[in-house]
Structure formats: structure tokens, C-alpha cells
């Protein structure tokens, strides 16, 4: 598999706490030969400490690209993948970092990636691991495995690079599916048919919807098949007609 490949993966920081750490991720980044770094609402950023921990990666930090939203962050992304330092409840697929860093490369190859990373005090929210098909967990002492974050993503980096420089021939290229952002809108109005036609509370909702995502996430449509759900939706909603003229 080829570098270049490294520079379609988004390491993607949300609510960072400490700038210290943001330039720390940054060095850890370009020292696997990673480029794109995005952050969701740093807490204090710019700033001289970030910079002064990025040490020769201030180039790196200087083009990270700054969101207020994680819809923005994963913007054109086809695949996000979330970082935790616990195991989760089994809503979650949960992969190793070898198995994340082989799927991050694969699906690299047909288009952008993302890897979410959590706050320092408490990672990420329910509705950010939402936003991911799947998750990746660094073994660690089960007694105390939350890493620092600039660590987490070291080691992750490294992974995805020894990837790119295993001997195996590269899978074929996956068939292209629709963005992140296309799968939002649909998940957006499936809630709202839901609610619309009675079928779900919008009070208890949660549950199902998170099945449904997994359940579409698995199944991976691309755009036209995206375009006939939404097409359908519409139907139930009473929008269209489904009269012949
Ligand atoms: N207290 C938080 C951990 C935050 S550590 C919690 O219990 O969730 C900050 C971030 O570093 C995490 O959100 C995750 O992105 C990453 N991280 C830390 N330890 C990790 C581990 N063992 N595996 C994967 N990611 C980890």
C-alpha cells in the first residue's frame, strides 16, 4: 500500500482541553507521515504551547483545519472511526488497532477518512460514537487503560503507517458509497418519517434509531441506493404523489 494513502486519513480532536496535547498529537502525526488534522472546538487553541510541543510539526498544526461542528470535521468523509479508551456496551462494533489501521488504508483508496478522538476528562459522547461504524480500543491494562491522547494517537499512527508497509498486495479498491454527510440528511428525515407517521416516539426514540444507523451503516448504500430510500421516505411522509400522471 502507498504513503500517499496516510494523507486521505483525517485525525479529527474533539473538544481538546490542554494545547499542549494538540501540538503533541501534531508531532506524533507527521512523524508517521499523517497530514490532515482536524479540530472540533479546542478549548484554547491557537496557542504558544501548542506550537512549542509540535516542536518541527508546526506546519502540520498550521494547516489544521478548525470546526466548530463534527458534521464539518467529516465533511466528504465515507468511513469515520471512534477512539475509546473503554470497552463499550456492544452497540459498537469494536476493532484492534491493526484491524482499524487495514480498513482505514483500505477504504482510503476510494476516498477521505476520518479518526475521531475524545475530550481528555471523558472521550467521546454516545452521539459522537454515532457518527462512527465502528470503534477502536488499545489494549491496555484493563486496571487503567485511558492513554494520554497524544499517545493514543501515536500509536495509531504507527499502525496505520506499518500498514502501509506490509508486503501483502493490496485489496481492490472498495466500491464507492455515499459520504457521511449524504447518510446524516438520510438518518434526518428517516427520524422525522418515523415521527411523522406515528411509528416511533420521539420521546424513546434513541434506542431504534441507533439500531437503524447500525443497520444502514452496515449495509452501506451508495448515492442512487441513498436517493430511492430518501425517495420512499418521502412517500410515507405524503409529499409526493404516488399517483401515475
Ligand atoms: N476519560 C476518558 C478517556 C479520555 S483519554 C474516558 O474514560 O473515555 C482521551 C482520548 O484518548 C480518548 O477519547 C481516546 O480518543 C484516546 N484514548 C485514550 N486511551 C485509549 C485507548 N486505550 N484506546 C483507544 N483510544 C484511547
Not at 90 to 100: E, I, L, M, N, Y
Not at 130 to 158: F, G, K, M, T, W
Not at 190 to 215: H, K, V
Amino acid at each position: 500500500m502507498s504513503l500517499p494513502l496516510l494523507q486521505r486519513i483525517r485525525i479529527i480532536l474533539i473538544e481538546t482541553s490542554h494545547p499542549g496535547n494538540i501540538g503533541a498529537v501534531a508531532r506524533a502525526m507527521k512523524n508517521m507521515g499523517l497530514t490532515q488534522m482536524v479540530l472540533v472546538n479546542p478549548r484554547h487553541y491557537p496557542s504558544p504551547e501548542a506550537t512549542a510541543r509540535a516542536s518541527g510539526a508546526d506546519d502540520l498544526l498550521a494547516r489544521a483545519v478548525v470546526t466548530d461542528s463534527l458534521d464539518q470535521a467529516l465533511h466528504n468523509c465515507r468511513l469515520a472511526i471512534g477512539t475509546s479508551a473503554r470497552l463499550r456496551s456492544v452497540a459498537w462494533t469494536q476493532h484492534t488497532p491493526r484491524q482499524s489501521a487495514a480498513q482505514l488504508l483500505h477504504e482510503a483508496q476510494a476516498g477521505e477518512v476520518a479518526l475521531l478522538f475524545g475530550r481528555e476528562s471523558s472521550g467521546l459522547s454516545n452521539l459522537e460514537l454515532d457518527r462512527c461504524q465502528s470503534l477502536v480500543h488499545i489494549p491496555a491494562n484493563p486496571a487503567y487503560s485511558s492513554l494520554n491522547l497524544a499517545q493514543a494517537v501515536q500509536i495509531l499512527s504507527y499502525e496505520l503507517r506499518t500498514a502501509t508497509l506490509s508486503d501483502t498486495p493490496p485489496a481492490p479498491p472498495p466500491p464507492p458509497v455515499a459520504t457521511r454527510d449524504a447518510m446524516e440528511g438520510f438518518y434526518r428525515h428517516l427520524q422525522q418519517t418515523l415521527i411523522e407517521t406515528g411509528f416511533a416516539d420521539p420521546q424513546q426514540s434513541d434506542r431504534l434509531q441507533r439500531r437503524l444507523r447500525r443497520l444502514f451503516d452496515r449495509a452501506r448504500p451508495d448515492r442512487d441506493e441513498l436517493n430511492i430510500l430518501r425517495g420512499l421516505l418521502s412517500a410515507a411522509q405524503g409529499r409526493k404523489s404516488m399517483r401515475r400522471e
